[in-house]
Structure formats: C-alpha cells, structure tokens
C-alpha cells in the first residue's frame, strides 16, 4: 500500500469512528426510549375500535342539541362504520384500569401487570400473567393466540364447529371449550387444565389432556399444582372452584378429594402432579396406602402425592 | 367529542412482524446513526425516524428484499441529512457570532475534522457513502460490504478507490492541518 493512502486511510479510521462504538448499556436506553416513542406514535395512528365507539356514543347525544349537531354526528357515525368494516380485530383488551382496546391480528401485546384480561371474538376469555406476550392469528377453523413468553389462563367459549388454538414455540393446544392454563418459558411450555379436555401437540405426537393433567415438553419444567398455576390469578378462587367441581363430575373418589383439596385456600401447594409410573409413592411402613392415586392426610393439610390421567 | 385514549405503556400494541425486524436491526442502524453523528439524541431521532417511516407506509420492496442493507442505507442517509443540517446551522450561527469570539473547546479540532468528513461524504453518492462508512466506521472487509449491500467485491473495491480520491479533493485544506 502506498504511504499516501495508508496515511490516508489511517485518518479516515481515525476521525469517521471519532465517537467510538455505543456502549451496551447505552444502546439499551435508547432502545427503550425509541420503542416508547415509536408506540406512542403508533398508538395515536393506530386504528382504535373502542375510542370510535365511544366517541359515536357522545355523538349521539349531541343529536338531540341540534341539526348541526346531528349533520356531524351522521358524518362520524359513517366514517366509523366504514374504519369498523376495515378493521377486524380478532379480541378486544381490557385493561385492569377498565380502558379497553382493540387487538388486531398479529399485533404484539405484552402485559407488565397482572390483570389484563382479553376477550376474543368467538367468546372465549383470556388472563394475562404479568410480563407476558401474546398476538392473535386468524386459523383455518377459528383464532390462534400465540404465546411468546409468559403464561396465560384460557376459558375457551364452546366453539361451533371451529377450535380455539393456543401455540407455544414448542406445543400446539387445541380446544373447543374448557378451562386449562399455559406456560410458555425459555425451555419449554406446560399446559394445565382445569375444566374439559384440551388436544396437546408436540411435534408428531399429540395427546388428549384432562382436569388435573399437566403435560409440558421439557423434562426441567417444575411439575406445579393447579393452585400454583393459577395463583397469581385476580380470579384465582373462581377457578380452583371450577376445578373442583371439575374433578367432582370425574366420579373419582380420589380426585374428587384432590378438587375439594386444591380449591380450599388452606390446601397445601404443589400437591396435585401426574403419577410417574417407575417412581409410585411407597406404602409406609405397617401403613396402608402408596401408589398410584394416593393421598397423603395430616392435621389441617391434605397432600397429593400423585394423581393418574383418567383413562377415556 | 372523547379525546383518543393512548393505551398504557404497560400494555403496548405493535405489529410482531415490525417488531422483529426493529430488534434484529436496531443495533446497527444506531452504531451508524450515533457514528456519524455523535450525538445520541441525534442518533435516536434518526433510528425512530426511518422507523416510522416503515410504520406509517407501504412496506418498500427493497426492504422485502433486503433488510439489513436497506435500513443501514436508510441510516447513513438520515444521518447525513442531519450533519449537513447541524454544519448549514453552525455556519449560520458562526457569521452572527464573529464578532463574539468565542473561544474553541479543546477537542473541537478533532469534531470538525470528523464534522468535516461527513460533511464531505454527504456530497457523495448514497451508495459510494454507504460503502465509505461500512469500512472505515463499522470495519467490514470488502466482501462484508459486498454481502450487505447485495453487490460484488469488484465494485466495493473500485468504489472504495474513487471514493477516497473525491474525498481528498473535497477536504484537501483541511489534511494539510492534519498532523
């Protein structure tokens, strides 16, 4: 290389990358403060159902004032009869303020607090775990929630010949009405359910999961009791008491036990997991009890020591 | 009338296609917009401008075909437009305070040189620029830039080759100082 141009060059490296490289910490601030005012920007853009409907509320009584009135008021109702048609959200938010919004397919909601529940068009209801992520897609035969990282509790409105999916990175839940919880997390997804019967598929395989069941794709996901799973639920009690009523229909006196036990506040968490069949609980010593089904009773606490999938 | 209702930012609504390509792209489209202009409020303006854009507008096809190369040129453009802008307001604001003589900060040397050169790369072509500022800001090899930017090494180099000698023309007084 020429002595010229190297010097050259050497000046170029020098004063084009003056100012260094960002440092990590500083990209990530930025990054907040532009995503923050990207959505702000975006928000007040953004098509919004709910804020149209109230505004042809207030419009409608503004009618009464006068003609005036009543020209701009048609004219509004006809602009938003027209966006309505153009917008078509699959699930309305409801935030735990009482605002609600619009979700619109494939739009990104995440939820930094417990407490934001969403309502899909087929009727089914959807509670957020804190910092949890979800969109909504349009399936072959009903909606699609897919669940990027958090946890949600799904009561799926009966489906009139369609399904109702929920899809992790790693598993596909398909449902046609019932009441099961989903975890998705880094290493793997768990499905719970509470009420009905939910079709779980991991890959090839696919299997039907029932109230109590617990099924997840990755061996390091903590077994939790259903009181567990929907703990940290505003509606939390409600649905232990669906559960227990839940295992009451299954006739089993075992399980049945097991409902009234997970929907007593005092009911010891972590009991209700899935029996593994090479590691049954032992008989006690000049004891009775042990295997399969077996619970565990002590002053004031009632403990599952495991629970098998009722056989269809 | 109602006012429309921001939602809260704890529950935030973007589209997921939008949101990957900002994630997977945003560092660069910084390094690039803070490289050049060395401000972060600037290189924030920047980022959330061609952002923006992307929001509020039919996605370009250039952007289908290639993402990165498209938001890295649309970095350096928006970039560039800025120095240029911030360098016609100095100029400006330096013919009505003459008289004032303020004294140069000390490392105002080393800033207009750099100010200088952009300067000067603006007045090149946006892709002769875009090249320039692969290599001698981000440190990519010929065939790094060449992937980028959808091209060949042939017209990298030869780019490369024409661009320093039209940048020497450009800031020839001012490398004469350069010690």
């Known amino acids: 290389m020429k002595p010229d141009r190297e010097r050259f060059e050497k000046m170029l490296y020098r004063h084009l990358g003056l100012f260094g490289s960002p440092s990590a910490g500083q990209l990530d601030a930025s990054r907040g403060r532009i995503l923050e005012r990207l959505r702000a920007r975006y928000d007040a853009t953004a098509p ?25 008021a048609a004219a ?104 099961f919880v989903v975890n998705a997390e880094s290493i793997g997804s768990r499905v719970t359910v509470i009420e009905g019967e939910v079709r779980v598929r991991e890959g090839t395989s696919e299997k039907s999961v029932r109230p109590g069941q617990q099924v997840s794709t990755a061996p390091a996901l903590a077994t939790r009791s259903v009181r567990e799973e929907v703990g940290w639920s505003r509606h939390a009690e409600a649905i232990l008491a669906a559960f227990a009523k839940g295992m009451a229909e299954t006739g089993d006196a075992a399980l049945v036990a097991l409902g009234q036990a997970a929907a007593d506040p005092e009911f010891e968490a972590a009991s209700i997991k899935q029996c593994d069949p090479d590691h049954l609980p032992q008989t006690p010593d000049r004891g009775r ?11 004031g606490r009632l403990r599952a020591l495991c629970v098998t999938p009722r056989r269809s | ?24 792209h945003y560092v660069l489209t910084y390094r690039t917009a803070y490289g050049i202009t060395g401000r972060v409020e600037d290189a924030e303006d920047v980022v959330q401008t ?21 938001l890295y040129r649309a970095a350096v453009n928006q970039s560039l437009t800025i120095v240029q802008t911030r360098q016609r307001r ?46 001698y800001l981000h440190n990519y090899s010929d065939a790094e830039i060449a992937k980028l930017l959808g091209t060949s090494r042939g017209v990298i180099a030869v780019t490369l080759f024409r661009s320093r000698a039209r940048l020497k023309k450009l800031i020839g007084a001012s490398l004469g100082e350069e010690p």
């Open chain 1, 76 to 179: 509004i109702v006809l602009m938003v009869t027209a966006s309505r048609e153009r917008v078509d959200a699959l699930g309305t938010v409801e935030m735990a303020d009482g605002s609600r919004n619009s979700l619109r397919p494939n739009v990104v909601l995440r939820s930094s607090e417990v407490g934001t529940m969403l309502a899909l068009k087929d009727g089914s209801r959807l509670e957020l775990r804190a910092n949890s992520e979800l969109s909504l897609e349009r399936a072959v035969d009903g909606i699609a929630v897919r669940l990027r990282t958090g946890g949600l509790i799904v009561t799926a409105a009966k489906q009139h010949g369609g399904h109702l999916y929920v899809l992790t990175k790693d598993m596909t839940v398909a449902v046609v009405g019932t009441m």
């Open chain 2, 1 to 24: 009338m109602l006012a429309t209702r921001v939602p809260r930012m704890a529950d935030e609504f973007f589209p997921q296609e939008f949101d990957d390509l900002f994630q997977e």
């Open chain 2, 90 to 135: 100095a100029q400006v604001e330096a013919g009505e305070e003459l008289a004032a003589s303020v004294p140069a900060r000390a490392s105002s040397r080393a800033e207009e040189l750099h100010r200088k050169l952009y300067d000067a790369i603006a007045q090149l072509r946006p892709k002769a620029a875009s090249i320039l500022i692969l290599r």
């Open chain 2, 50 to 70: 061609i952002f923006l854009r992307l929001l509020q507008r039919e996605k370009p096809p250039e952007l289908v075909k290639n993402p990165r190369g498209y």
């Open chain 1, 48 to 72: 919004n159902d709910d804020a149209r409907v109230i505004r042809v509320s207030r419009v409608a009584n503004a009618w009464r004032v006068g003609l005036v009135a009543a020209t701009i």
């Open chain 1, 289 to 299: 009890g042990g295997g399969a089904n077996s619970v565990q009773l002590t002053p």
